[in-house]
């Protein structure tokens, strides 16, 4: 409800009541600002408590998918290496290009160099 509304519905009870157009008129007014305002104060509060209740839930969200995202990476980076067939020492060209493949089925560019080492040493046969 609005202001008029309050001011409408407080005017007709105080007419009702018996009171004169100027005191109706004074009352109905003083009524509906007072009403405006306390559902105003009201509505901030509410507002209030929903952001300080959201807060904590967008938080824990945010945490969970950056958990969930980190474990889909870590996840990807131990079964990546296994799409890559084993290097079994056939010409220098061919490392190159076993290397070459390498890198962009694991996307190294993020690992320390020994991580890496590892991780070749794994495939490699012969």
């Not at 559902?39 to 998918?65: A, D, F, G, R, V």
């Not at 060209?93 to 320390?112: C, G, P, Q, Y």
């Amino acid at each position: 409800m609005d202001y008029q509304s309050h001011y409408d519905h407080m005017y007709r009870c105080m007419k009702a009541g018996g009171a004169s157009k100027e005191e109706t008129h004074m009352g109905a007014k003083a009524a509906a600002k007072q009403i405006v305002k306390s559902m105003n104060e009201i509505k901030e509060e509410q507002k209030e408590k929903t952001s300080e209740k959201s807060c904590p839930i967008h938080t824990s969200q945010s945490y969970y998918l950056s958990q969930k995202l980190l474990l889909n990476q870590q996840q990807q980076t131990v079964s990546l290496p296994a799409q890559v067939p084993a290097f079994n020492g056939l010409g220098s060209t061919k490392f190159e290009d076993w290397i070459k493949h390498f890198d962009a089925v694991t996307n190294t560019s993020e690992f320390e160099e020994g991580r890496k080492i590892k991780l070749l040493c794994s495939k490699l046969f012969g």
